[in-house]
C-alpha cells in the first residue's frame, strides 16, 4: 500500500464513520418521534385533570418561596388565571371555579401589594354562574384583605362597593364603601357625589348606567373595560325587553296573546326577531306575554334588582 | 496586607472564571428573559411587566447564587486538591493575600456578570416600555425600566458576596462537596433567621430562646437585603435600609474573610 494514500484514507473512514453515525442519530430521532405517535394514538394514557392544590397554606408556601416569594406569585397569578379562563371557557354551568379563591389567596399571601389579583379576582368571584363562582362573601374577604396591606388604595374599596351594588344590589352597603373610597387619596372626584346620589335615590338604572361608564372610562385593564362593557350591555338588554314588554302588553289587549315572535311579525308590529345587544335573540314568554334574555346568551344571568 | 497581591491574585481568578465560560450564563439568562416575555404576555392579564421585572431579577438572583457557591467553594480547596497551592505559596505571597484575592476575584466576576444581566434587563424592559400602548403604560405601577429596580439588584450583588464570603470560609477547611452543602444550608437558614429572634413566643424555654437568639446574631440575616416585591410596585426603599444593609454585609464578610484566613494559615500542606 502507498504511504501517501494512507491520511486521505483515514480521513475517508473517518468521515464515512461520522455520516453513519449521523444517519443512525436523525433514523432514530425519527422512530422515537414516530414511536410517541403510535403510542398515543393506541394506548393514550387517561388524561387526569390536574384541579388540586399542592400547597394550600399561604403561610407554608411563603417559607418554602425564600425569597422569590413575588415570582411564586406570578405562578398562582398564572394558574388563578389560567384556571378562571379555563372554567369560563367550557359549556355553561360546567365551570366550577372551585380553586379560584385558594389560588388568590396563595397568590396575595406570597405578593402583599399584587393589586390586579385583588381586584380581578373580587370581580370574578362575586360574579354569578356560569361567569363566576358567584362568592361575593369570598369577593368582600380578598378585598378587605387588600385593604388591610394597603389601606390608602382607594380602588379596593370602590370594589367593594361595586360588588355590593352590582352583584349584591344592596345599594346602602354600596354608598357607605364608594363614600369611605372617596376620602382616601388620589380618590376621583366622582365617588362622593355618586355615594350621596346612590343613597338617595337607590339602585335605579340610571344610577347603574352613570356608574358603569365611570368605570370604563377609568378602567386601567383590558379585562375590567370588557366587563364594564358587558354589565353596560345588559343595561341595554334591560332597556330593550322593557319595550318589548310594553308592546307584547299593547298587543295582548289589542290582538290577544301572541304564540310566538312570528305572530308580531306577521302583524307588522316588529321587522324580526328581535335580539339582545350581543345579537342573541330573545324569547317570548307566551304565558305571560314578557320577554326574556335567552338562556344561551352571554348577558346571562341579568341584575334582578334592575329588572323593574 | 499587599494590596498589588491582593489585585494580582483577584484578577487571575476573574481570567480563571471567564476560561470556565461562566459568562456563558449571561447568555442563558438574555434568552431566558426574551423567550418568557414573549409568552407571559398571553397568560397573565396585563401582568406581563411585572412578571419579566420578577423573574428577571428572580433569574440575576438565581445564576448568582449558583456563580457564588460553586465557584466558590472551589477557590481554595481545587487549588490544593491540584496541588498548584505548593507553587501559589512558594511565591512571595501571604496566606490571607491569598484569601482576599481569591474573595476580590470572585467579587468581580459576580459584579461583571451581574452588570451585563442588569444591563440585558433594563434593555429589554426599555424595549417593553417604549413599544406598549401609552393608555397601557399609565395603567403600571411603576415604569418598566424603573431605576429603582437597581435597588434590588445592589442588594443581590450584597447578598452574593455574603454567599461568596461563606463558600469561601467553608473552602478552606473542608472538602468542595461538603462546603456546598454547608453554604446552601446557610444561604436557606439565612432566609429564616429572623424566626429565631421570636424563638421566646413559640418556645417556652429560656435557654432554647436564648440560644435562638444568639443563632439570629450569629447568621447572616439574608431576608433584610430581599427589596424585589418592594421595587417591582414601584415603592421606595428606605435610604436607611441602604446604609445598613451596606455596612451589615461589609462587616459580615470581613468576619468570614478574617476567620477564613486564620483557619488557612494554620493549615499544613505537607
Keep these: 500500500m502507498n504511504p501517501s494514500t494512507r491520511p486521505e484514507r483515514k480521513s475517508r473512514t473517518s468521515l464515512r464513520a461520522r455520516s453513519l453515525a449521523i444517519g443512525a442519530l436523525v433514523l432514530l430521532a425519527a422512530g422515537s418521534v414516530t414511536l410517541q405517535a403510535a403510542r ?36 398562582y397569578w398564572i394558574r388563578a388565571v389560567l384556571h378562571y379562563g379555563g372554567d369560563r371557557l367550557k359549556d355553561p354551568g360546567a365551570g366550577r371555579y372551585e380553586l379560584l379563591a385558594p389560588l388568590l389567596d396563595l397568590t396575595t399571601s406570597l405578593d402583599p401589594l399584587f393589586q390586579i389579583a385583588y381586584r380581578f379576582g373580587a370581580i370574578f368571584l362575586a360574579e354569578p354562574p356560569p361567569g363566576g363562582p358567584g362568592r361575593i362573601d369570598l369577593a368582600e374577604r380578598l378585598l378587605l384583605k387588600g385593604m388591610a396591606a394597603s389601606p390608602d388604595r382607594w380602588q379596593y374599596p370602590h370594589d367593594l362597593g361595586f360588588i355590593h351594588y352590582w352583584q349584591a344590589q344592596d345599594h346602602k352597603t354600596a354608598a357607605e364603601w364608594f363614600r369611605r373610597a372617596s376620602l382616601l387619596p388620589n380618590a376621583p372626584e366622582w365617588l362622593g357625589p355618586l355615594a350621596a346620589g346612590m343613597l338617595a335615590r337607590g339602585g335605579d338604572r ?34 330593550r325587553m322593557d319595550q318589548l314588554d310594553a308592546m307584547l302588553a299593547r298587543y295582548r289587549a289589542q290582538l290577544g296573546p301572541p304564540a310566538s315572535w312570528v305572530d308580531l311579525i306577521r302583524a307588522g308590529w316588529i321587522p324580526g326577531v328581535p335580539v339582545d345587544p350581543t ?3 330573545f324569547e317570548l314568554n307566551a304565558t305571560w306575554s314578557t320577554t326574556r334574555l335567552s338562556p344561551d346568551s352571554p348577558l346571562t344571568p341579568l341584575p334582578e334588582e334592575l329588572r323593574r | 496586607m499587599s494590596l498589588a497581591a491582593v489585585c494580582h491574585i483577584g484578577v487571575h481568578v476573574f481570567k480563571e472564571s471567564v476560561r470556565d465560560r ?25 401582568q406581563d411587566v411585572k412578571i419579566i421585572k420578577d423573574l428577571g431579577l428572580a433569574a440575576i438572583s438565581l445564576f448568582g447564587l449558583f456563580i457564588a457557591i460553586f465557584i466558590g467553594i472551589g477557590l481554595v480547596s481545587k487549588e490544593v486538591e491540584k496541588r498548584s497551592i505548593y507553587a501559589l505559596l512558594s511565591k512571595p505571597v501571604r496566606r490571607h493575600e491569598l484569601i482576599a484575592g481569591k474573595f476580590a476575584g470572585l467579587a468581580l466576576t459576580l459584579a461583571i456578570n451581574i452588570g451585563i444581566m442588569a444591563a440585558v434587563y433594563f434593555a429589554i424592559l426599555a424595549y417593553y416600555g417604549a413599544t406598549e400602548l401609552e393608555n397601557v403604560r399609565g395603567a403600571w405601577e411603576a415604569p418598566a425600566a424603573d431605576p429603582r429596580l437597581l435597588i434590588a439588584i445592589f442588594f443581590m450583588y450584597l ?14 477547611f473542608t472538602s468542595p ?66 446604609a445598613i444593609n451596606t455596612a451589615a454585609a461589609g462587616t459580615y464578610i470581613g468576619v468570614l474573610l478574617i476567620a477564613s484566613a486564620l483557619i488557612f494559615s494554620r493549615r499544613d500542606f505537607k
Design chain 2, 177 to 242: 462537596l461538603l462546603a456546598a452543602a454547608f453554604s446552601l444550608g446557610l444561604w436557606i437558614a439565612g432566609h429564616f433567621s429572623a424566626d429565631l429572634k421570636a424563638f421566646d413566643q413559640v418556645v417556652d424555654a429560656p435557654a432554647a430562646s436564648a440560644l435562638g437568639r444568639m443563632l439570629y446574631y450569629a447568621l447572616p440575616n439574608l431576608s433584610a437585603f430581599d427589596v424585589k416585591s418592594l421595587v417591582v410596585h414601584g415603592q421606595q426603599v428606605p435610604a436607611g435600609l441602604a
Design chain 1, 279 to 281: 345579537g342573541y335573540p
Design chain 1, 40 to 75: 398515543d394514538r393506541h394506548y393514550s394514557q387517561t388524561a387526569t385533570e390536574a384541579r388540586l392544590m399542592y400547597l394550600q397554606s399561604p403561610g407554608v408556601a411563603d417559607r418554602l418561596a425564600l425569597e422569590y416569594d413575588a415570582l411564586a406569585a406570578d405562578v
Design chain 1, 206 to 239: 340610571q344610577a347603574s348606567r352613570q356608574l358603569l361608564m365611570r368605570i370604563l372610562e377609568d378602567a386601567e385593564h383590558h379585562w375590567l373595560r370588557q366587563s364594564a362593557t358587558r354589565w353596560l350591555r345588559q343595561l341595554d338588554a334591560l332597556d
Design chain 2, 22 to 46: 461562566v459568562l456563558y450564563n449571561v447568555v442563558l439568562f438574555a434568552a431566558l428573559l426574551m423567550g418568557s416575555s414573549f409568552l407571559i404576555g398571553q397568560l397573565t392579564a396585563g
Design chain 2, 159 to 172: 447578598q452574593l458576596l455574603i454567599v461568596t464570603a461563606i463558600a469561601l470560609f467553608f473552602s478552606t
